[in-house]
Every structure is written in C-alpha cells, then in structure tokens.
C-alpha cells in the first residue's frame, strides 16, 4: 500500500488532473481504440492507502513500438503537478499480479491489449 499520509497536499482535484492527463497522453498515442481507469485508485474517495493505479490500453493493432511508447509516456509523467513528488513513479506492464513493496513509491499497472487480445480475455475471464 501506498502511503500519501505525508502529503497532505493531494487532493481529489488532483486525482482527476491525473485522469486527464493519462488520458490525454495515451489517446494521443495512434491506434488507441480506449483507455479505462479501474480499481481502487479511481474508485475509492479516500485518497491515501491505495495499492496502485490501474490503467487497460486497448489499442486497435498493438506493436512492440506502441508498447514502448505507452510506457514512456507514463513513466515521463511530473508527480510534482499533481501534488505526488514525494513519491517515486514505477510501471507494472504486466498482467500478472507483480506487486511492489514500496510505501515510497507510485505504481501505474498498464494492462496493454490490443483489440483482439482483449476481446479474448474478457470471454475466457472467470470474473467476467
């Protein structure tokens, strides 16, 4: 779990400056059909003690290029402009259950699929 505790600074304005940004970064990546915010981070109002930050990139054809550049462009984003400097930013590109054991640190779960990965996905899925 992350703990924000020390900033107090973060605030619920600044938890949909980030949405924006996110989705302002990634659409502008070419060939992305959707970008959906799930889990806690986005659901839960109280703004500390969240696990991580869980973003599904859906692009139309997915490429090792557009891999790389979706990761890039999250892993550029300035904290500091939405109250969260204090924290280090990590990536979890995977879709396994990675964590990371860092009260100091951020991290941005990307689930990259491309259309048809995630079409599969959603029907063989047992929560779906």
Do not use: Q
């Amino acid at each position: 779990m992350v703990d924000i505790s020390n900033s107090m600074l973060f605030s619920y304005k600044d938890k949909i400056r980030l949405k924006n940004h996110l989705f302002k970064i990634i659409m502008g990546i070419d060939n992305v059909l959707s970008v959906t915010l799930v889990g806690s981070f986005w659901n839960k109002t109280n703004l500390n003690n969240f696990s991580d930050v869980d973003i599904v990139i859906i692009f139309k054809r997915l490429n090792k290029k557009k891999f790389k550049e979706c990761i890039k462009k999250i892993s550029k984003i300035n904290l500091k402009k939405f109250n969260l400097g204090h924290l280090k930013l990590l990536i979890n590109p995977t879709f396994g259950p990675l964590k990371f054991d860092d009260k100091n640190s951020i991290v941005f779960h990307t689930m990259i699929y491309s259309k048809e990965a995630h079409i599969n996905h959603v029907i063989r899925s047992p929560f779906t």
